[in-house]
């Protein structure tokens, strides 16, 4: 849905205009107060349009419209943008016989077990008890992948709502570059447009999918010993569909600590192969680093099984947006072009039964090999 169109669908945009709280709302047994969701939130849905004040249950009505926001509320100052930092993206691939073993180890078996546990929990929502179940879940799965590996840590980055962001590290082997680092993310977060709190919503593809590929890249990986020369983390975000709020909250620490990302990658939704039946990797255009996206293509290429197809998502489309707006290369991949993906996704119809495994594996080797290439300091 266009913007234009979308402000007349949603008046309380235009008019800026914080409306009354909604009374009790049944669910089952259940009683949901809405009072707290009359809260004033700041919301960005544009690059070249002033944020809007609306209250937190519209940012719904927002996502129900098909419109990508952040939510900027706790962070309104202005951004500063990371000067003098241009780090080398290459223009091809040079550590393919690295590459090659890790995505040999990839297992769709894994994958299904990891993801039918993952889409179990009633919702994921980030600000539910079963988001905070569902992180402390995952949080125990890579802590298990990564265990006996003096090399790789993972910890939680806590945010004032429940459900927590996780992050992986594999230490570089140069002290010098410990700041200088490779992020590859997904959001760990799902929802029910009609019901986030309560609602059901298994999140098998937003963005269980994504969790599961990236999770699978990062066991492959951890399980063959790899050594990065610089730092390589992997980051799974609470609060993505709340308007990128892990993510943001990820990418500012990170930049007031001096930290410097050289290139990072989001995988959102990758497992539904369309209505085509033509598996494809969709590698997004608009709102991304070009040089990095160019890499991605050259990426596909080289590891990928399936083709690739450009596509555009818009404005705040994933967490990837989060880094680029602070001035750090980022890209997308996503399960097809934007407007063949999944349109079960923020229902409860969101399941298992409409993805692809071999689908996932691929968006996990081209993660393992953006983590090994890009780890290497290069100038070619």
Known sequence: MKIAAALAFLPFLASSTLVAASPLVSYGQISISQVGDAEPRLIRYSEDSPPKWIKESDKESLIRAGIKFMDITDYTDEIVRVQNWKPFIPARTLYEDEVTPYIGNLSTETMEAFLTKFTSFRNRYYKSSWGGESCRWLLQQLENIAQGSDHVAVKEFQHPWEQFSIVARFEGTNEDLKDELVIVGAHLDSMNMYLPKYGRAPGADDDGSGTTSTVEAFRSLVNNGFRPERPVEFHWYSGEEGGLLGSQAVSRQYQQDGKRVVAMLQNDMTGYVGPSGNPVIGIVTDHVDDKLTDFIKVLVDSYAGI??????????????????????????????????????????????????????????????????????????
């Not at 996990?364 to 290439?373: L, M, N, T, W, Y």
């Open 307 to 380: 083709p690739y197809t450009l596509t555009k998502c818009g404005y705040a489309c994933s967490d990837h947006a989060s880094w680029r707006q602070i001035g750090f290369p980022s890209a997308f991949t996503i399960e097809s072009s934007f407007e063949d993906s999944n349109h079960y996704i923020h229902t409860s119809g969101d399941t298992i039964d409409k993805l692809s495994f071999d689908h996932m594996k691929e968006f996990s080797k081209i993660a393992i090999g953006f983590a090994v290439e890009l780890s290497h300091v290069r100038s070619d």
